[in-house]
């Protein structure tokens, strides 16, 4: 999946740069008067050629504007691609979530572990240290370099430098050893669990 999704994000960025070099391209040909500087021929009807010329003229701008269709096409084509614009900028604002890891197993072969699984086990573990409320972790990256962003609730009397030092070196080195991994970067956020007041007479 985040192989798919690279190739799609690199061939649209690919398009939406060769269309504003193709524009802006063709603004400097015919604003600088390039074709009449350097004695180019052009093709015939080529649209921009002179300083004083527009890229459309008059007659295709105004073509279809006095038929009923006109205005709604217009309209829900530009509503179209501001939609897919703003899908597209949440798609690169979004994490992606890691799926599977491949396991190095020594034979040559290695394995598949399914993300979620070592996510809810690294959850787990982190859970069960003492001062921690409850904890939720989400794998991102590459399937051979992945990353953990772990989010931990600590319990009224933890010692957050003690539960950060624990989980480096409890969750965070078992995930890393059972995974056959030479480093689990993890970024660890921290919460205090919401308690109510004790009253004291």
């Not at 890229?55 to 105004?62: E, K, S």
């Not at 003492?130 to 009397?157: E, I, K, N, Q, S």
């Amino acid at each position: 999946m985040r192989t798919v999704h690279a190739t799609v994000n690199r061939v649209l960025l690919g398009l939406v740069g060769l269309l504003l070099l193709g524009g802006g391209a063709l603004a400097l040909l015919g604003g600088l008067d390039l074709p009449a500087r350097w004695h180019l021929a052009l093709p015939a009807g080529w649209p921009w050629a002179r300083p004083d010329a527009v890229p459309l003229p008059a007659g295709d701008r105004t073509r279809f504007t006095d038929r009923g269709w006109w205005w709604p096409s217009v309209i829900a084509a530009l509503v179209a691609l501001v939609l897919l614009l703003l899908w597209w900028l949440l798609a690169q604002l979004r994490r992606r979530r890691l799926g599977s890891l491949l396991v190095d197993t020594g034979d040559g072969e290695g394995a598949v572990v399914r993300g979620r699984a070592l996510e809810a086990a690294l959850a787990a573990e982190a859970a069960a240290v003492d001062g921690v409320d409850r904890a939720a972790v989400v794998l991102t990256g590459r399937r051979m370099a992945p990353r953990a962003h772990a989010l931990v609730v600590l319990a009224p009397h933890a010692d957050p430098g003690i539960v950060v030092l624990r989980l480096s070196e409890g969750a965070v080195a078992h995930a890393r050893d059972s995974a056959g991994l030479e480093r689990l970067p993890t970024e660890v956020r921290l919460r205090a669990v919401r308690h109510r007041a004790e009253r004291v007479s």
